[in-house]
């Protein structure tokens, strides 16, 4: 397929990410509130025990990351998972996974804005949370609009402000836990193993409980791999940073949430409510923590909110680019925006931001709990379409300079984990309303997918169609 000019619409995207842009979101591109406040949730539900959910939700997330880049480095595609599992299961499971995708992102939306409108409230309190709510996803929603290079740019800032933070939060904490600060002291790491009820006073089934809650905060991780395919060396940068996701999520969450547990007791009624890095600053004697921690809060949900809109609409463009969604998503602007669906998840994202204030508050939980374990569902087909995509691959003589490790062994045992995980909160109350609603919204989905491929099939002008999303100067597969 021939490029586009770069000064005329079409339906093809800008290679308008320099490496700098992607390395800072494969950092910390996806890191919002779940970190900063919602921890808090898993620490306080399965104490010290939290930092083994962490562990194994970072373990899986690196296999994953490993399993996608290598799919990712030898046929770079902003559908990323969604393409693969459409080359390789089948046309009906990248419809399903594609979609499931866009709708997890476009609910991500309003729970951002959500954090976003109560900090802003609570230093405006004249204007209404809600109000503020709206108006970030506009402006965010603005900055999407523009060519990928400055929303590139937007997003670098925000996220070497998170880094910063939790760099220097975790050099705070270990400087007063080494007892480094005068008049700093706390609990220490005692705290970890014979305080408070022990290591896991709530049992296995509380660690379990957290993982699922930490999941959460994973999933996006592997949206590197949409970005960098609007980069101008896309193979590259994937497999630079699916490399560096081990020391990103040793240093970001486990270290971090390793000196909230050494500062915080598990047991802190505080901790829940107030979040996680503010009590901790709190118990450090650390002044205006809570002012310290809205303001990189702020930036997080922001930057957050800003990849949410970025991810979402790339994956509708690419739904439309292979005849999976409304024609009109896969338009982009005379910059390589796809504009119609940026504004398209964005307006969603704002409807369900009203109904969370102003519908019955079921229907938000309903939401909310149909996409509970699309993380699960989207790791899940990464790893089969990766072990029937490693034959595909072969077969078409493409060179895999990057290759999931132990191949096929620890691609089952990921698969297997990922089953046993969603039987798991099958059996379990608290978390089988989610694993129901997302299951049977796949379902539905599926149905409408397999019903898209055949009409695809029956229809020859699209028989030849690539199932491919190219970018600007890059052929298609």
């Known amino acids: ?13 800008a290679q ?17 509130a779940g970190l900063f406040v919602g921890s808090g949730h898993a620490i306080a539900a399965a104490g010290p025990a939290t930092i083994l959910a962490y562990i194994f939700s970072g373990l ?16 770079p595609d902003t559908g990323s998972f969604s393409t693969y599992a459409d080359q390789a299961i ?23 804005a959500l954090a976003a409108g109560h900090v802003l409230n609570a230093w405006v309190p004249a204007v209404d949370a809600w109000l503020f709510a709206l108006l970030s996803i506009v402006a965010l929603m603005a900055t999407n609009l523009f060519s990928v290079a400055k929303y590139g740019e937007f997003e670098f800032w925000f996220a070497m402000i998170k880094v910063t933070a939790i760099i220097a939060f975790i050099g705070l904490g270990f400087a007063v836990l080494m007892g480094w600060v005068p008049d700093h002291q706390v609990g220490g790491l005692s705290q970890l193993m014979s305080e408070h009820g022990g290591f896991a006073p709530n049992g296995a089934s509380a660690v379990v409980g957290a993982f699922i809650t930490i999941m959460f905060s994973f999933i996006g991780t592997e949206a590197v791999t949409i970005a960098a395919a609007e980069s101008s060396d896309p193979a590259r940068n994937i497999a630079k940073a699916t490399r560096s ?3 990103r999520i040793s240093v970001f969450y486990l270290l971090s949430i390793m000196v909230v547990i050494s500062v915080v007791p598990w047991n802190d009624p505080l901790l829940p409510t107030v979040g996680s890095y503010q009590r901790a600053l709190e118990l450090m004697n650390i002044p205006h923590a809570d002012l310290l921690v809205d303001m990189v809060v702020l930036v997080a949900v922001a930057s957050c909110m800003n990849s949410s809109i970025y991810i979402a609409s790339r994956m509708l463009y690419s739904l439309g680019r292979r005849g999976e969604a409304p024609k009109i998503t896969k338009a982009t602007s005379a910059v390589g925006v796809p504009r119609a669906s940026v504004i398209a998840s964005s307006v969603l994202g704002v409807i369900v931001t009203v109904i969370s204030y102003f519908a019955p508050a079921g229907l938000f939980q309903f939401l909310l709990a149909s996409s509970g374990a699309i993380a699960l569902l989207v790791y899940l087909v990464i790893a089969i379409s990766q072990l029937r995509m490693r034959k595909l691959l072969l077969r ?3 060179e895999l300079t990057f290759r999931m490790w132990f191949f096929p062994w620890l691609t089952w045992l990921v698969i297997a984990f990922i089953v046993s995980a969603l039987g798991v909160m099958l059996v379990t ?6 694993v129901t609603s997302t299951i049977g919204l796949a379902l539905v989905i599926s149905l409408i997918g397999i019903v898209v491929a055949r ?10 169609a690539t199932r491919s999303t190219p970018v600007q100067g890059q052929e298609a597969p």
């Open 396 to 398: 078409q003589n493409v």
């Open 60 to 75: 899986l997330v690196v296999l994953v990351m490993r399993m996608l880049g290598e799919m990712a480095v030898a046929r």
């Open 90 to 112: 089948g046309r009906w499971a990248g419809f399903t996974i594609g979609w499931l995708y866009w709708w997890f992102w476009v609910l991500v939306i309003p729970i951002e």
């Open 429 to 434: 109350p608290e978390h089988r309303a989610e």
């Open 1 to 13: 397929m021939n490029s586009l000019d770069s000064t005329t619409p079409g339906s093809q995207l």
């Open 245 to 247: 996701v081990i020391w």
């Open 16 to 32: 308008g990410f320099k490496p700098r842009h992607v390395t800072m979101l494969s950092i910390a591109g996806i890191i919002g």
């Open 455 to 464: 009409s695809h099939e029956r229809t020859p002008a699209t028989r030849g």
